[in-house]
């Protein structure tokens, strides 16, 4: 039921997102790629009736992008971020990895129009999968779960002619059940990316 309802969610996010876009392309957009580090809200969590402790920051932390804008500031984007997190039980050499992904359809707004400096915040919604693998009594275990995603974004751009540098603060927060692994975290991207 919960996984049905994600991807209904997710389907009418992408159905307004392509309805939107055409009319605002005109006026700009951007390609981008992200990179950097995310913290997890809560690096100790229970997996398997077990606690487990996880690596507080992110790796792998990757997002592509790409943003219609409008005359006024305002932009319009579909982002897919993936990050990973290690995790091991009290007292076990063994260890596990959660995998990420999210799919993010987001609004900003952008407060200097002319010049280099663009400072921006932002906010959206979306959907998200965690993938998680482990060793439990000396089986090799997976999960899996998807999730609804909100996003908050403060950050600036620098533009040179059709080139673009940004950094941001971002935060991620999963609708995940209490017995669940969560995702939630936030922290630090800087990417680049090609501005019409």
């Known amino acids: 039921m919960r996984t049905s309802c994600s991807r209904t969610a997710a389907m009418h996010m992408l159905s307004a997102a392509l309805v939107m876009l055409p009319g605002t392309a005109a006026a700009g957009g951007a390609f981008f790629l992200k990179g950097g580090a995310l913290r997890l809200q809560d690096d100790n969590q229970v997996v398997d009736a077990t606690s487990r402790n996880f690596d507080s920051t992110t790796y792998k932390t990757l997002g592509i992008g790409w943003e219609a804008r409008t005359r006024n500031g305002l932009a319009f984007s579909i982002e897919y971020l993936t990050y990973s997190n290690e995790f091991t039980p009290p007292a076990s050499p063994s260890h596990g990895d ?49 999730s609804i995603v909100l996003h908050a974004v403060l950050g600036m751009e620098l533009r040179f002619d059709n080139l673009s540098f940004m950094l941001e603060a971002k935060h991620l927060y999963f609708d995940t059940e209490t017995n669940q692994y969560d995702p939630t975290a936030t922290g630090v991207l800087l990417g680049m990316g090609f501005n019409w």
């Not at 002319?114 to 993938?131: L, N």
């Open 98 to 146: 959660a995998k990420t992904h999210a799919l993010q359809f987001g609004a900003k707004k952008y407060f200097i129009e002319g010049g280099t400096f663009h400072p921006y915040v932002g906010a959206g919604i979306g959907v998200g999968r965690t993938k998680i693998d482990y060793l439990s009594g000396g089986r090799s275990i997976t999960e899996e779960d998807v």
